[in-house]
């Protein structure tokens, strides 16, 4: 519900602890002021690797192209605070003194084996950072759209280079109804992002043929 209520004022969080940790995240307990300026308390999750004015990580939306084909790259993998595995675009930490770009390109090919490509005539495409769920947690991602020549020698046999302890399937999907039907019919839960440039795929269709 809107108001024009003139005496409101501009909502900041006005204190910060925290109240537990693990190597990876913590619990904090913030205190914010709202718009009539009264105190209210909330619950906030954070990565402990975050960086000051840097995003934590990239999400990576790889364009396979060989002639007119065009395919994406999906990673589906065990995801134990929801029980089951997710659908997923391949995605990573910013490493210290990275680049959106690097990290994407790194990211990628580590999870999957491809090289993307970044040149002068097709570059990678950052957006701003952008929230992941901003009611639970400050975590902030780029999103990077990387091409992937799938002519180029390097990417004639990828392979992954994974961590210790990291199981990922790696699904090539075309782009046209492929993606769709994969979201609509797989086992493994889709996160939203993915949803969203799927459904965004199909209306930009829709809507192209008016």
């Known amino acids: 519900m809107s108001s024009n209520n003139s005496n409101k004022v501009e909502p900041k969080v006005i204190g910060k602890e925290t109240v537990a940790s693990t190597r990876w995240i913590k619990l904090e307990a913030l205190t914010y002021t709202d718009e009539t300026g009264q105190a209210r308390p909330w619950n906030s999750v954070s990565r402990t690797t975050t960086q000051p004015n840097v995003a934590d990580a990239v ?3 790889p364009l396979l192209k060989s002639g007119e084909k065009m395919e994406t790259i999906l990673v589906e ?6 029980g089951k595995n997710t659908m997923e675009f391949p995605a ?8 959106p770009e690097q990290a994407a390109l790194r990211e990628l090919k580590e999870e999957t084996g491809f090289i993307g490509s970044s040149t002068s005539t097709v570059p990678t495409q950052v957006s701003r950072a952008v929230c992941m769920s901003p009611g639970l947690t ?3 991602v780029h999103t990077v759209v990387v091409t992937v020549d799938l002519e180029d020698p390097q990417n004639q046999n990828p392979k992954a280079q994974l961590d210790d302890g990291e199981f990922i399937t790696i699904h090539r999907v075309p782009l046209d109804e492929g993606l769709q039907t994969v979201l609509d019919q797989g086992s493994s ?20 043929g008016r």
């Open 138 to 140: 400050d975590e902030s």
């Open 77 to 82: 993998q065990f995801r134990p605070p929801v």
């Open 189 to 208: 839960m889709p996160i939203m992002g993915l949803y969203l440039f799927s459904v965004g795929l199909k209306l930009g269709k829709e809507m192209a």
């Open 92 to 99: 990573g930490l910013i490493d210290k003194s990275e680049t």
């Open 59 to 61: 999400v990576i939306i």
